[in-house]
């Protein structure tokens, strides 16, 4: 079993910036990737970003290119997202993931005030 709890989201004026930190625990040995996806309210939940755990290699979805960085502190088990210049459009609850979907934190809110 895998524990995933997220931290860090709350509300924010647009143009501001959040950072939003995932802890991993449990058997984390068999990690291999970690992910964000977003849920906004009325849609469906989406890619946002991920991170080979191994190569540390990255990939992100084009709404958030330039402007979100995913992170990781493998000695914490730990996978971050950097938001910045954060818009109204990206306000929804935060989910990180890990091996593409086996387990999922239960998410974090972001608010993003115009």
């Known amino acids: 079993q895998v524990q995933l709890v997220e931290s860090g989201g709350g509300l924010v004026q647009a143009g501001g910036s959040l950072r939003l930190s995932c802890a991993a625990s449990?058997?984390?040995?068999?990690?291999?990737?970690m992910g964000w996806f977003r849920q906004a309210p009325g849609k469906e939940r989406e890619f946002v970003a991920e991170?080979?755990?191994?190569?540390?290699?990255?990939s992100y979805a084009d709404s958030v290119k330039g402007r979100f960085t995913i992170s990781r502190d493998s000695a914490k088990n730990t996978v971050y997202l950097q938001m910045t210049n954060l818009k109204p459009e990206d306000t929804a609850v935060y989910y990180c993931?890990?091996?593409?979907?086996?387990?999922w934190g239960k998410g974090t809110l972001v608010t993003v005030s115009s």
């Open positions: 993931n890990r091996n593409q979907g086996d387990y």
């Open positions: 449990g058997r984390t040995f068999t990690t291999y990737s």
């Open positions: 991170i080979s755990w191994s190569s540390g290699s990255t």
